[in-house]
């Protein structure tokens, strides 16, 4: 039920591109991908909605595809401060009876670690 | 901006003991997550309030149990404690008025049982 990250970790160089992928096996209503530093929180990066457009800001993006159920995390031209776990966390579809359907808590993904070297 | 205050931030509790976490959550925030994160592991996802009640659960030992007061804090009191209970503790708010409920992350508690 875990969605799962790929790749598991990956070592760039300032200037790099990549790119994370979270896959799930069960419908999705929305993706939400975080950055954890070691020992700290994870910080809120975007979040995708199913039938919403692809979103992002300056060098990172993140598109949803949701017949695969699938969502990708767009790294360009890294810094180092991109360093860190990357986790998708995925929202179930909306149907419960519950306060307007929301299911609201996140299933996080097996995470990636990425490492930004000068 | 006002981010999600937890406290306190670092707690040490023999077996067997209780322990009680706060949250605090952003200005305007109406819904309370919590989420326990082991080393090396994602954050799972044990419980969460949106106006007061609870309103999802996840894998929440039945040894801890949560509530959301009027202020919109909450508190996370757990029992028993057991060393597999040490890990962070994080706690999340979210706001219904945005509709995409983003979840903003607290600092964390780290809970070291002994």
């Known amino acids: 039920q875990q969605p799962v990250q790929s790749p598991q970790a990956v070592i760039l160089r300032e200037g790099e591109d990549a790119v994370i992928n979270c896959s799930s096996s069960?419908?999705?209503?929305?993706v939400h991908w975080y950055r954890q530093k070691h020992g700290e929180a994870p910080v809120f990066l975007m979040i995708l909605l199913k039938g919403g457009e692809q979103k992002g800001h300056e060098k990172i993006s993140a598109s949803f595809n949701e017949k695969k159920q699938q969502s990708s995390l767009y790294l360009t031209a890294s810094q180092l401060s991109y360093s860190g776990t990357y986790f998708c966390g995925t929202e179930p579809p909306r149907d419960g009876p519950i306060y307007g359907g929301a299911t609201n808590k996140l299933i996080f993904g097996t995470g990636t670690l990425l490492a930004v070297q000068p | 901006a006002a981010g999600v205050i937890q406290s306190p931030r670092h707690l040490i509790k023999e077996k067997r003991e209780t322990a009680t976490l706060k949250c605090y959550p952003i200005?305007?925030?109406?819904?309370v997550y919590w989420y326990q994160q082991g080393p090396g592991q994602d954050p799972q996802f044990l419980i969460s309030f949106y106006e007061k009640m609870q309103s999802d659960k996840g894998s929440i030992p039945d040894r801890f149990s949560a509530q959301q007061f009027s202020d919109y804090h909450s508190e996370l009191n757990m029992s028993s404690l057991e060393l597999g209970d040490s890990a962070l503790y994080f706690c999340?708010?979210?706001?219904?008025?945005?509709?995409?409920?983003?979840?903003?992350f607290g600092p964390g508690t780290r809970l070291t049982v002994t």
């Open positions: 999340a708010s979210s706001s219904r008025d945005t509709f995409s409920y983003e979840q903003y």
């Open positions: 200005p305007r925030h109406d819904t």
């Open positions: 069960k419908a999705l209503y929305s």
